[in-house]
C-alpha cells in the first residue's frame, strides 16, 4: 500500500520535463527534494542523477540539494558562484557567470558518460545566465525524466545577465510541465 503512494507522486513526473520556478526562498528546492523523495522511496535511486547547479548559501541565498547519506544515485557538482551576489561590477559579475557555465558544462560531460533515466538539475539559471540553451536542452533530452527548478522572480536589479537569465528561463518554461512556488 505505502509503495502505490509514492507511485501515485512520481507517475505526474515520469516521462516528462517538469519545471519549478519561483522566486528566491520560495521553496523551489524544497518542492524539488519532496520529489526526489517520493522516487526514492518508490526504488528508483540508481535510475537518478542530479546536477546542482546552486552555489552555497550566501546571505541566506542559494544551497546545495541535501542528498540523504549511503543513496546509490549520481550526484553531481561543482563550485559555483552566485554572481549578482559576489560581483563587484557588471563585468566581474558576468565573468562569474561565465565560469559557472563553464563548471556546469563539465557536469553535463559526466553525466552525459554515466546516464542515468532520471535527472534532477537544483537551480538552472546559474547556468541560463551565460550558457547556451541549446547544450542545456540537449543535455536534458539525454535523461526521459526531467525535473529541474530556476529561479524566477524581481528580487535582483534589472541588468543584462537578469534579463537574459529571465529570457531563457520564459522559454525554458514553454517547454516544460511548469510549477510556481
Given at each position: 500500500?505505502?509503495?502505490?503512494?509514492?507511485?501515485?507522486?512520481i507517475?505526474?513526473?515520469?516521462?516528462?520535463?517538469?519545471?519549478?520556478?519561483?522566486?528566491?526562498n520560495?521553496?523551489?528546492?524544497?518542492?524539488?527534494l519532496?520529489?526526489?523523495?517520493?522516487?526514492?522511496?518508490?526504488?528508483?535511486?540508481?535510475?537518478?542523477?542530479?546536477?546542482?547547479?546552486?552555489?552555497?548559501?550566501?546571505?541566506?541565498?542559494?544551497?546545495?540539494?541535501?542528498?540523504?547519506?549511503?543513496?546509490?544515485?549520481?550526484?553531481?557538482?561543482?563550485?559555483?558562484?552566485?554572481?549578482?551576489?559576489?560581483?563587484?561590477?557588471?563585468?566581474?559579475t558576468?565573468?562569474?557567470?561565465?565560469?559557472?557555465?563553464?563548471?556546469?558544462?563539465?557536469?553535463?560531460?559526466?553525466?552525459?558518460?554515466?546516464?542515468?533515466?532520471?535527472?534532477?538539475?537544483?537551480?538552472?539559471t546559474?547556468?541560463?545566465?551565460?550558457?547556451?540553451?541549446?547544450?542545456?536542452?540537449?543535455?536534458?533530452?539525454?535523461?526521459?525524466?526531467?525535473?529541474?527548478?530556476a529561479?524566477?522572480?524581481?528580487?535582483?536589479?534589472?541588468?543584462?545577465?537578469?534579463?537574459?537569465?529571465?529570457?531563457?528561463?520564459?522559454?525554458?518554461?514553454?517547454?516544460?510541465?511548469?510549477?510556481?512556488?
Amino acid at each position: 500500500m505505502e509503495s502505490e503512494k509514492w507511485m501515485d507522486n512520481i507517475l505526474k513526473y515520469l516521462n516528462k520535463r517538469t519545471l519549478i520556478v519561483g522566486d528566491v526562498n520560495s521553496g523551489k528546492t524544497f518542492f524539488t527534494l519532496e520529489i526526489l523523495q517520493a522516487f526514492l522511496e518508490a526504488g528508483y535511486a540508481e535510475d537518478i542523477a542530479i546536477l546542482d547547479l546552486a552555489p552555497n548559501p550566501i546571505r541566506g541565498i542559494g544551497g546545495k540539494m541535501q542528498i540523504p547519506p549511503d543513496c546509490p544515485l549520481l550526484y553531481l557538482t561543482a563550485s559555483i558562484s552566485a554572481p549578482r551576489l559576489m560581483g563587484k561590477n557588471e563585468a566581474h559579475t558576468l565573468e562569474l557567470a561565465e565560469e559557472n557555465a563553464h563548471q556546469a558544462e563539465m557536469l553535463f560531460m559526466k553525466f552525459q558518460q554515466q546516464k542515468r533515466e532520471i535527472l534532477f538539475v537544483n537551480d538552472a539559471t546559474l547556468y541560463l545566465q551565460a550558457g547556451s540553451m541549446e547544450c542545456f536542452l540537449d543535455m536534458l533530452d539525454a535523461a526521459s525524466t526531467q525535473i529541474i527548478n530556476a529561479y524566477y522572480g524581481n528580487i535582483f536589479a534589472d541588468s543584462a545577465l537578469t534579463r537574459r537569465e529571465k529570457q531563457l528561463t520564459e522559454r525554458l518554461m514553454k517547454k516544460a510541465e511548469c510549477f510556481m512556488v
